[in-house]
């Protein structure tokens, strides 16, 4: 199980204790959604930090000042950390969030609102290796152990925010209808560019060419490695320690190859099949 001096359990979900807290958690039960706000969704390690930067700009007609000037915390804060109780007066609307939360877990007022979400999916096997490295670079999450027993861990659901199957499914099953967007990470690397052009038209907004193309190579791997308000190099290295493993890692799809032998590959399928089998939710990987 994860650790209880690291953790707090919300729902029976993991959560950090340098980020979150009983009181933080509270405050996210009573937030009020406002109609135009957006949020994006995601399980832990699917591609936060790039709607932390994707999403402010495509809301403000490309003004790179936010990104450059706020560190992505504050910028875009998650609804259920400490952090957004400082700064969510200063956010201008439309106001741009994160969270982690599964569906049924939202700020009650989140569901009669008519605000957006943008979910962002990972290929799980991504995600695993991205989160292994994470916990080898962040103080304050356990120790991962070896690949392979942090790969039983994230089976198990004994890592952040629980089981990925339970996160994918909560927010499918939804009333949302045409307020929310499902993206992943994979069609963003593989066009950036179409995948801004369609979070574009869902939030109902124009761009010139123009700042399309400079939001887009602005929001690079390459050159978002390089935003010190977005590549965590702010926060002290005894919390977060890059020399380690940076937190902008690789930014590519399909690292798992690297890490998973023969055996954990059948292992994580067999399980992942199991637990989405009569879903009806099929991804772009599960072709692979
Ligand atoms: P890797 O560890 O595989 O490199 P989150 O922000 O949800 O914690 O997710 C972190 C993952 O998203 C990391 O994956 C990180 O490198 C990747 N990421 C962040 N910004 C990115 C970008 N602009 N392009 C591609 N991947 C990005």
């Given at each position: 199980m994860a650790s209880e001096e690291l953790y707090l359990f919300y729902h029976g979900l993991p959560v950090p204790k340098i980020a979150h807290t009983e009181e933080s958690l509270k405050n996210l039960e009573t937030f009020k959604v406002k109609d135009d706000d957006v949020f994006g969704v995601t399980y832990p390690k699917s591609g936060t930090t790039w709607m932390q930067e994707i999403i402010p700009l495509l809301l403000n007609g490309g003004d790179l000042t936010p990104v450059e000037g706020i560190p992505n915390w504050d910028r875009v804060?998650?609804?259920?950390?400490?952090?957004i109780s400082l700064v969510v007066d200063k956010l201008k609307s439309p106001r741009a969030m994160v969270t982690h939360m599964p569906y049924h877990l939202m700020p009650a007022s989140f569901y009669s609102s008519k605000a957006k979400v943008i979910y962002i999916a990972r290929n799980p096997k991504d995600i695993v290796v991205s989160s292994f490295f994470f916990h080898q670079m962040?103080?304050?999450?356990?120790?991962?152990?070896?690949f392979e027993e942090f790969l039983d861990k994230f089976l198990a659901g004994q890592?952040?925010?629980?089981k990925w199957t339970d996160h994918v499914k909560s927010w499918r099953d939804t009333d949302l209808g045409d307020r929310v967007l499902y993206i992943t990470y994979e069609e963003l690397i593989q066009d950036l560019r179409g995948g801004l052009e369609r979070m574009l038209r869902f939030l109902g907004r124009q761009m010139s060419d123009d700042a399309l193309d400079r939001i887009t190579e602005h929001c690079l791997f390459k050159n978002m490695k390089d935003n010190k308000m977005s590549n965590?190099?702010?926060?002290s290295q005894d919390l977060m320690d890059n020399n380690k493993?940076?937190?902008?890692?690789?930014?590519?799809?399909?690292?798992?190859k690297n890490h998973f032998s023969p055996e954990l590959e059948a292992k994580f399928n067999a399980v992942i099949r199991e637990e989405m089998e009569g879903s009806g939710i099929m991804f772009p990987w599960d072709e692979e």
């Open positions: 804060p998650w609804l259920e950390e400490t952090r962040a103080s304050f999450l356990d120790d991962p152990g070896t890592v952040l925010f629980g965590y190099s702010l926060v493993s940076p937190f902008l890692r690789k930014g590519i799809a399909g690292d798992w």
